[in-house]
């Protein structure tokens, strides 16, 4: 029978191990790269009108990325004229360092002027039904990383318990790097009961008004959302 042995200096359980050569050593190789989820098509997802929810208008969608003979997405199904304040909401999305995000998505949930949700979930028979609202609308960011949606200003709705909520359109915020959707809410800053909102005083007094719209000489209802850094919007865990 042959036997081997280890070579002078290779005993293995007195040597010395090497320092890791793997990508676990910080000091050899630093942070990990990070990577993008993606290909993100963005701008398939929208559709003509998508954030249009009053009128018939190619709005929230980006023809500009694609040529005229493949744009070629459906258009907004509107039934008739919603009731309601007509209103326009926009924004800019950004990174930590402020920059815009140009492929960006939003989706935005709202009551209808009296505060009736276009949902089975709310049964409510004291409230009307908009029959020409629906109350959900989808938009891409530009290249400036704008989004912008028409719709109406929504009525109150109840909150918990015996609670009533004010004003406010539900966002929903898609982009890179992004594995779930990002939660938030937009209220107005001229709306009633913003002091008594029950969802509103959930959040520190110094970070609500990252959630509170700004009215714009134009009308315009405006909100940046920040995905990050000092100035971070408030994100809900729903």
């Excluded at 993606?38 to 009053?54: C, E, M, R």
């Excluded at 001229?190 to 509103?200: A, F, M, Q, R, S």
């Amino acid at each position: 029978m042959t036997t081997t042995t280890e070579p002078t200096g290779r005993d293995l359980e007195s040597r010395n191990a090497a320092p890791r050569q793997d990508s676990q050593n910080p000091s050899i190789f630093g942070q990990t790269p990070w990577q993008t989820v993606g290909p993100y098509f963005h701008y398939g997802l929208p559709w003509k009108g998508g954030a249009d929810l009053v009128d018939r208008s190619e709005m929230g969608a980006r023809p500009d990325l694609m040529p005229p003979e493949h744009f070629l997405l459906s258009e907004s199904n509107l039934s008739g004229t919603p009731q309601g304040d007509v209103i326009e909401i926009a924004g800019s999305i950004l990174d930590a360092e402020g920059q815009p995000i140009p492929d960006a998505m939003i989706e935005i949930w709202q009551a209808n002027a009296a505060g009736r949700y276009a949902s089975a979930d709310d049964a409510r028979e004291d409230v009307p039904l908009d029959r020409h609202f629906v109350g959900f609308g989808r938009s891409s960011t530009d290249r400036d990383g704008v989004f912008r949606f028409r719709t109406i200003r929504p009525g109150r709705v109840p909150g918990p318990g015996n609670t009533l909520q004010a004003p406010h359109i539900a966002l929903s915020v898609f982009g890179r790097g992004l594995l779930k959707r990002l939660p938030t809410r937009l209220y107005f800053a001229d709306g009633e009961g913003n002091e008594t909102d029950p969802i509103l005083n959930l959040v520190p007094e110094a970070r609500r008004h990252t959630l509170i719209a700004q009215r714009k000489p134009d009308g315009t209802w405006w909100l940046d959302i920040n995905l990050a850094g000092e100035s971070e919007t408030v994100f809900f865990d729903l």
